[in-house]
């Protein structure tokens, strides 16, 4: 399968490059697929190997409880690209990208305060890179080498969830601070 093929079905996935950006999709709060069940699911792979792209895609399309349409990435500004055309739930990113970092994504994603769900995936287990992911609003990390369909579910379903509580704690600190304002 070619890098550049497009797929529009429940594991579709395109490249944003060159196919078509994947189907407008709003929030984090992702919607019931047709496909019963399972939460449908726009993901963003930003990765510069096809490799660990296509692992991911995989994994993302075995999930149980989500139907993922996965568009890949290979640079930030594919990445940003691929943003304009379209609103994604998750993205995945790689730090290192060539010469670039992956860390500068996670801030324009506005980190963990963003309406998507920035997840590291690396294959660098340094301290150091979990360190500044975190800090520039990454919600996870998975080393590339674990990815499987359930831990990758399991992470993003933990993302999400810390997500909405880290907004319903912003929220309520700021309805207090107002109170007191008054």
């Known amino acids: 399968m070619s890098d550049k093929a497009y797929d529009r079905g429940s594991s579709g996935h395109s490249d944003a490059a060159g196919g078509e950006p994947a ?75 060539g010469t670039e970092s992956g860390a500068r994504f996670f801030e324009e994603l506005g980190g963990r305060c963003g309406a998507t769900i920035p997840i590291l995936v690396t294959g660098l287990l340094d301290r150091r890179v979990q360190d500044i992911a975190l800090e520039a609003g990454a919600l996870a990390i998975v080393n590339k080498s674990d990815i499987t369909p359930r831990l990758l579910e399991a992470t993003i379903r933990s993302a999400m969830h810390t997500q909405r509580v880290e907004r319903q704690l ?11 304002g008054t």
Do not use: C, W
Request: hydrophobic residues 50%.
């Open 170 to 180: 912003f929220g309520i600190i700021t309805a207090m601070s107002g109170d007191r």
């Open 23 to 97: 189907a407008q999709s709003g929030d984090v709060a992702a919607p019931r697929s047709a496909a019963g069940d399972k939460v449908a699911l726009n993901v963003l792979v930003l990765d510069d190997s096809f490799a660990d792209y296509d692992a991911m895609r995989r994994a993302l399309s075995r999930m149980d409880g989500f139907s993922a349409t996965v568009t890949r990435a290979r640079t930030l500004e594919e990445a940003r690209l691929a943003r304009s055309r379209a609103d994604f739930h998750v993205v995945l990113i790689d730090f290192n990208l």
